[in-house]
């Protein structure tokens, strides 16, 4: 034990950090946390429209996520005394099951485990598998990128198994010095960030903090604003260009759709002292060996361009080339087929055993996906390619220079339904009236119908609106299942209920293309057993980019 903390230094290992990403190993992590504040850690929480909405682009997302005391047990180690918080955005957060990070340091500032002060587990909400995180961070190095180390943790709190995170290398300081060998330069994390006028303020400065100098990342908007036969040596200038074509190439070989290239989220950039030129790390990799849900049929799988840098580089003959032979080069060097599936078979091995039995049926699914997907991708990468690169109006366009949502129409309507009719015609098991206002255009309704019943968890109230023979509008709402009780008036804030308004057509199966915010759901009769009704009305503004 005294090897391993506090003063981390295990022994003769160069780096002691090493067993703790060993990637033969699963960490045993149990959490002894006050029941109250455990309650109080998981339902933390962000609150997306608050963040996509007003002045969106100003600032760094504010964390609402608090440190509390608990004790740790890691490979049957104890530490009596350490802090621990919930960590994610929107599509991590989990009440139930949420994202950690442990802090050994909190309130003794020299205790470490193998060498760390701290531990970083994801709950890998959106990856069923659970092997993407891993599998994906190994990929980039194997490209001689930077980025995390990471292994397998099975996490048991309060007794409670909370079944298998992955265990993340953070993004700090000592990450730097081991990758770049100077941790000196400035590192900023991208969450809906990107460097266009405008859009700077959301990089969330992670070193050197209290220097409110940002004049590194303005270097490299005026780099990008001149024209195209200047750009690639202006922009390389301030950004590594030959690193960032592998990057690039890196996310659109894994579609790694929710990162950078994909959607301007889930990165960080280092200005590295060495020549003063940003590096990019990828982060957030949960989302990975799959189709990306963003993008519409007919686009370019091989590469994304919904960022500036890539926008502006793949819309020149030069850059173009130059990602073309970045994945070319990656498909060579990073992409053996049975060393890949070799691996796959390796994590699942390890990690297969601790996955929770409700989740077994979609985790072997996903695990078959990854497998089809590593078998498939370079077919499907080299008949994008056979060609010549993709042309840049199939590979997807920027977000609008002015992202943040605004209020673009209203929806009032009064349901009856009853409970369990989701998987019903709701067009014959409910009732509904609505009038929907959009950008100052009324939407009738030829039929209308509604549905209520349980949806992962949570209570889900929908009102099916028929415009025409083939095209529905869908205002549903996510909420606790105890909100649904006679006289409840419940506020779609996007705290105690959530709203979106679906769309489809015979070509579109169906997409979420809006928002519901700022309203109220009044039930009238509600209950949340089988055939129980659910009657009320709605009033909540339908909010979008305004176009």
Known sequence: VEDRWPDGEPGDTADPTDALYDPD??????????????????????????????????EPFESPYTWFPASVEIDGEAMPEVAVRKKGLIGSDDPDRPSLKVKFS??????????????????????????????????????????????????VVNGEDLGVYANVEPVKEPFLARNFGDDSGNLYEGTLSDFREGWTGTFDKKTHEDDPDRS????????????????????????????????????????????????????YVYDDPADGRFRFVPWGADALFDASPLDEAGLATSVMTNSEIPWRLYGTEEGRDAYVEALTGLLDEAWDEDA????????????????????????????????????????????????????????????????????????????ETTWGTLDADWWSEGTA???????????????????AGTYEGQALVLIATLLDATTGLYPYFLLDADELRPGAEVPVDWNAAKGYLGYSTPDIDWQVVAYLYEGTLRFEEAGAEAGDPVRGTLQVGIWGSGG
């Open 25 to 58: 190993h699963l960490l045993e992590v149990r959490i002894d946390i006050d029941p109250d504040d455990w309650d109080a850690l998981r339902h933390q929480s962000r609150n997306l429209m608050e963040l996509i909405t007003g002045d969106c682009l100003a």
């Open 106 to 155: 909190e309130y003794d500032e020299d205790l470490r485990f193998l060498g760390a002060d701290r531990i970083t587990l994801n709950n890998q909400r959106q990856d069923p598998s659970r092997l993407n995180a891993c599998l994906g961070y190994d990929r980039f190095r194997a490209a001689g990128l930077p980025a995390p180390r990471c292994n397998f943790a099975h996490v």
């Open 433 to 451: 009236e609505t009038n929907i206002v959009i950008d100052g255009t009324a939407y009738p309704a030829q039929a209308t119908g509604a549905a």
């Open 216 to 267: 590194d990342l303005d270097a490299v908007v005026a780099a990008l604003d001149v024209p195209d036969g200047e750009l690639a040596e202006s922009l390389d200038a301030v950004v590594d260009l030959d690193a960032f074509y592998r990057f690039w190439a890196m996310e659109g070989l894994l579609v790694h759709w929710d990162g950078y290239s994909g959607n301007t989220n889930n990165f």
């Open 340 to 415: 890949l599936l070799a691996e796959v078979d390796r994590m699942e091995a390890l990690v297969g055993p601790y996955v929770l039995a409700e989740a077994a049926e979609a985790h072997d699914e996903a695990v078959a996906g990854i497998r089809d997907f590593v078998e498939t991708r370079r077919a499907a990468v080299e008949a994008e390619l056979a060609d010549g690169p993709p042309d840049p109006d199939a590979t997807g366009e920027p977000a609008p220079d002015d992202p943040c949502l605004v209020q673009i129409g209203t929806v009032e309507a009064t349901f």
